[in-house]
Structure formats: C-alpha cells, structure tokens
C-alpha cells in the first residue's frame, strides 16, 4: 500500500516540511520519524482499530504522531490541552485509548490524571511523554516513556503492511462532557494514501496550493485547525506553526516565510486590527493565496476592515465538527453580500425547515438540516 508521504518526500525530500519555535522537519526526516514511530507503537501491542489519545500542543512532534496514526491504522483523539485531569480521565476512557501521548508542558495534567483516575486509565498501557520546551512543563511523568527514546529504539525503515487510521474530535462540551465525533475521515484498516485523495478533493474546492506554505495559528485540536493543517501538509505543504497566537508575529511569519494559507477565527483578526498603525503598515503579504475563516460570526465591520486590509484572498465559509464545510462564500462576493456565509459547497445539501419539518421559503428564517 503507498504511503501517505511517499509521492511527497520523492519530490521535497530535504525541503522543510514542518517549522515550529524549536526548529525545522524535512520531509524526509518527518518520514522516517513516523515510519520509526509505527514500529514502536505496533511493537507496544497497538492493532488495527486502536485509539491514541494525543494531548500535545502545536509542535512537529504531534504531527508525527498523529502521521503515524494515519499509516499505522489507529484512531487519533487530539484531546484539548486546556482540560483537566478529569476531562483528560473522561476522554481516554470514553474513546478506548489503548496509548496516551502526552507534550510535556502538560505532563502535571497526565500525571493527576494517572494518579486520580487510574481504574479508568486502565486499558491505556502505553504512556508516552515529549520533552517539554526549555522553561516548561514537567518532564516524564512516572510510567511514561520518554518520546526521543521510543523512536530511537525503534527500526528505521517503512513497516509491512500499513493502513489508514483518522481523527476523532470531541466537541460540544459546553453541554456536559464532550461527545466523540466519528466522521468519513474516521476511517481504519484502508490504503494510508486514502487521506491524501481526500486532501487533495478538500484543498482544491477551498483554493488552498498545493505545495504551498501554511501557517497553523490555533490550537491543532480544534477539528477546523487539524484539517486546515493536515489536509495542505497531505498535499506537500509546508507548514509552520506557533503554539500561542500572537498577532504582530503573525504578520511577520507570513512574510518571513511566504505564507501562502493560513486560518483565522473573528477574535485573532480583530486583534490584528488593533495592532498600531506601523506595524500594520509595514506587513506586507504579497504571499497570501487564501485565508479561511469561521467557528464564529465575523463581525460585518471587522469583515469589511479586514478585507480593505488584506484584499479579497479572505473566504469565510460555515460548517462543523460533524459535517466538514457546508457553505463558503469568497471576500469578492461577501463585499456584494456582506453578511452572508455564502452558497452550499459540492460536499454537502443543506435545507432550512420551518418547526413543522417543511421547507422555508426564501428569505424566511429556519432551522438548518444538512
């Protein structure tokens, strides 16, 4: 079966495929990382169908874990880092995790959580730890493996066999406890290059370039980061990543880099606007390709400010965790349209219905049904 990488490592093999503050990932060093990755989990006991819960925060090395998932054919359940020791406790459990990998900035979390909850972490035999950023975080917690260890003992070298593996996102916890999403994406025991067709299907109806250069400005567990990061990266795009938002380095980032692609939420572009005025002045962002935006309602005059800023690269589009992108509208219709998100993409059918189950007539307000 064709790995994943395989077609993109022969193109950009020593090119950068991976950038966070600590450093730089070829494409080719990226492969055989994940390939060493998958050797050691599978030797761990991990089988087809298995789930890895991954609490990391935006780093090469939670991509490469969450690559090996996808070539060693494991569920994924990136597990938001500002959860508690309970809520971590509840989503190892509630998704079966038979592995825990773990960014050690978060190692006291893990660590309460083995210690508070350990009937419930019980299934979870393998417990692996990064090594946090110089300054943070805590090490290893007690019984778990240190990263750079388990990939250097592990073989180099493409494992037999591979298959597909994809996320599960946990969502609506506002309402209680987050619920476990298993989308078309969830998907076990298929060709690992299975999620590279469906990147490329996805990049292309969003405008994203393939082998481009795409900024990840938001935390890599949110469904619409994961996928505005991986689905690019699948498709050989660079992608460089900070694990804090911050808007005056956002704007260097992209010219420094020649950032093609990036996703934004209202709150980041309204804080960039509040930058001083120089500072806005000297971005420049020739780059920029397209920028996606939503998980929130774009005020109408941050929308109409951000666009006499940027020009029309903005699209926003509307969807969710459950469903991918429902509608899309770009910045150049949005300016005729301001406050709509846009027409239905080729992915989905939406309807409004009025309470009694019967289509709304146009113009009239109803619930969406997709």
């Not at 050690?104 to 959580?113: K, L």
């Not at 090490?139 to 180099?156: C, H, I, N, S």
């Not at 999620?195 to 469904?223: C, K, N, Q, R, W």
């Not at 899309?328 to 009694?356: C, F, H, K, N």
Request: proline share 6%.
């Amino acid at each position: 079966m064709a790995k994943l990488l395989e077609p993109i490592v022969e193109r950009r093999g020593d090119e950068p495929a991976l950038v966070d503050e600590a450093g730089t990932t070829t494409w080719r060093s990226l492969d055989e990382r994940v390939d060493r990755l998958v050797h050691a989990l599978r030797t761990r006991g991990l089988e087809v169908g298995d789930t890895v819960a991954l609490l990391s925060g935006n780093r090469r090395e939670a991509f490469e874990a969450t690559i090996a998932c996808l070539h060693g054919g494991w569920v994924v359940v990136p597990v938001n880092w500002h959860w508690t020791a309970e809520e971590l406790a509840y989503v190892v459990d509630d998704s079966g995790a038979s592995a825990l990998i773990v960014d050690g900035r978060f190692a006291d979390t893990a660590a309460a959580a083995c210690d508070a909850h350990a009937t419930r972490l019980e299934r979870c035999a393998v417990r692996i730890a990064i090594e946090a950023p110089e300054g943070e975080g805590a090490g290893a917690p007690d019984g778990f493996e240190r990263y750079e260890e388990v990939l250097t003992g592990a073989p180099p070298g493409a494992p037999d066999d591979q298959r597909s593996g994809g996320p599960m996102f946990y969502t609506s916890g506002t309402t209680g406890f987050p619920k476990g999403v298993r989308s078309s994406l969830t998907r076990t025991g298929e060709d690992p290059s299975l999620l590279g067709f469906i990147s490329a299907m996805f990049t292309d109806m969003l405008g994203v370039p393939s082998d481009g250069v795409t900024l990840l400005e938001g935390p890599m567990y949110h469904s619409a980061q994961w996928v505005f990061s991986m689905f690019p990266l699948a498709c050989g795009s660079t992608v460089v990543m900070r694990h804090r938002f911050d808007p005056a380095e956002v704007l260097e980032l992209i010219d420094r880099h020649h950032v093609t692609n990036i996703h934004l939420v209202p709150t980041q572009m309204i804080r960039m606007l509040k930058l001083p005025d120089d500072v806005r002045t000297a971005f420049d962002g020739g780059s920029l390709q397209v920028v996606h935006h939503g998980a929130a309602p774009c005020p109408v005059e941050v929308k109409r400010t951000m666009l006499a800023w940027w020009g029309p690269v903005l699209t926003e589009y509307y969807g969710g965790t459950e469903g991918g992108f429902l509608t899309q509208i770009s910045g150049t219709e949005w300016l005729d349209r301001p406050g709509s998100l846009g027409r239905t993409t080729p992915m989905a059918e939406l309807l409004i219905v009025r309470e009694d189950g019967s289509p709304a007539a146009a113009g009239e307000s109803g619930q969406i049904y997709f």
